[in-house]
């Protein structure tokens, strides 16, 4: 029998996959100044051990301005690092390869974790030792109600956040990721230069699709300069923005990936919507047809995401040529072991074989992680 082309190992610069299946960030709101912990070593750690050929550590705040919520990950200081390190050594070590998503929150920052209603943090936040941050957008539009009004970027701001892109970059290649994400859906701040309904700027980094996509250019071109170029890159992009028509179309994603794979982008993860409250129509597969898309039309590797909800619509995904990778959120919140049972589903044998780096012994890993404790 064929290997299901869901199973079958995917290669992109330097790093092999073992298989198509791949965990899509999951904020969990749950660090501490940043800090990852063990919460999030055995939540993610679950997904290697379930077979899984790439796992995504959550959107990680380039800066302190670009958390979400103070829950957030963050990656802009050292300790940060160390603390990721032992997730990646985890997930390489126990067969998954291990990606990181960049991410600056931009206007949605600032704001509680969602099971506080995840609204505009203020003066009760604070007293909790919560304060709320001045938010940052392309220009001064706030993403609904209830959430702050940002300011809009000076280019010493846009500076900065290059500059905080670039040195988390380099954070993630000295924690040991194989895969870094740059962040550029959801209403988040890349995404929101990249859509006319949040940039109305009238200088160069707006009017029009070549001046909205000039900022997003920019991080992605640093990000390719520092990131080693074994390594491949990632890009999330919102293909559309919902109602659909109302803003950012198929036609400008098209021509920002191509833009982007210029600069040294391998695979574009095509979500949609985020930057308005509007939801999209919700069915298996939703958002397939983006990743079909971006691939035939700008020449990439594309992921699909978006309730793939079974391993049977996983493979005719990538069987059929619309995407080669396949994310999963909420599927593998539902299952973390989605590949096993995908490997018993497609070829009626399940992949229990899971020790998959024989050149680390148990005795290297414990060296490996002693290390990592003493740090800091
Ligand atoms: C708990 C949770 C947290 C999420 N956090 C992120 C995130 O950090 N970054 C991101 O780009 N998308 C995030 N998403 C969106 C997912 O990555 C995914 O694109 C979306 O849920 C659709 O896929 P699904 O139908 O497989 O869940 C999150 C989704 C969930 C359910």
């Known amino acids: 029998m064929t290997t299901p082309q869901l199973l079958t190992p995917f290669k992109v610069r330097d790093l ?18 940043g800090v990852v ?12 051990m379930g077979g899984a050929g790439l796992v995504f550590v959550e959107a990680s705040g380039v800066e302190p301005r670009g958390r979400i919520s103070p829950g957030d990950v963050g990656i802009w200081n050292d300790e940060q690092a160390r603390a990721l390190a032992r997730i990646a050594d985890f997930l390489k070590a126990n067969g998954a390869a291990a990606g990181i998503q960049l991410a600056h929150a931009g206007r949605k920052g600032s ?6 209603g995840g609204t505009e943090l203020d003066a ?23 959430y702050p009004t940002p300011k809009a970027m000076s280019t ?42 949040s ?13 909205r996509m000039r900022f997003p250019l920019e991080v992605i071109e640093t990000v390719r300069a520092v990131w080693p170029a074994h390594k491949p890159l990632f890009l999330r992009v919102s293909a559309v923005d919902y109602p659909e028509g109302s803003g950012l179309t198929v036609e400008d994603t098209i021509a920002f990936t191509q833009a982007a794979k210029a600069l040294g982008v391998d695979v574009v993860d095509c979500s949609s919507g985020g930057n308005t409250p509007t939801p999209p129509a919700l069915f298996p597969g939703y958002q397939v047809q983006f990743a079909q898309a971006v691939r035939k039309e700008a020449g990439l590797a594309t992921m699909a995401v978006g309730l793939i909800l079974d391993a049977k619509l996983a ?6 040529g619309q995407a080669d990778l396949i994310a999963l959120a909420r599927p593998a919140l539902d299952d973390p072991n989605f590949a096993i049972h995908a490997s018993a589903e497609l070829t009626g044998e399940p992949d229990y074989a899971l020790a998959p780096t024989p050149a680390k012994s148990g005795l290297d890993r414990l060296a490996q992680s002693l290390r990592h404790m003493k740090v800091g």
């Open 16 to 33: 092999t996959l073992k298989n198509r299946i791949v965990i899509s960030p999951m904020c969990q709101y749950s660090a501490v100044d």
């Open 37 to 48: 912990n063990d919460w999030h070593l055995v939540n993610l750690g679950r997904f290697a």
């Open 111 to 116: 704001t509680r974790r969602p099971w506080d």
């Open 124 to 146: 009760a936040d604070a007293a909790n030792g919560e304060a709320a941050w001045e938010t940052i957008a392309p220009s001064p539009l706030p993403f609904a109600e209830k």
């Open 156 to 197: 010493a701001d846009m500076a900065q956040v290059i500059v905080a892109f670039r040195e988390a970059t380099l954070r993630a290649e000295t924690a040991g990721f194989d895969v870094v994400e740059v962040h550029a859906a959801h209403g988040y701040l890349l995404h929101e230069f990249l859509s006319p309904l």
């Open 199 to 211: 940039n109305h700027r009238t200088d160069e980094y707006g009017s029009g699709r070549a001046g």
């Open 315 to 320: 493979n005719e995904i990538v069987s059929s």
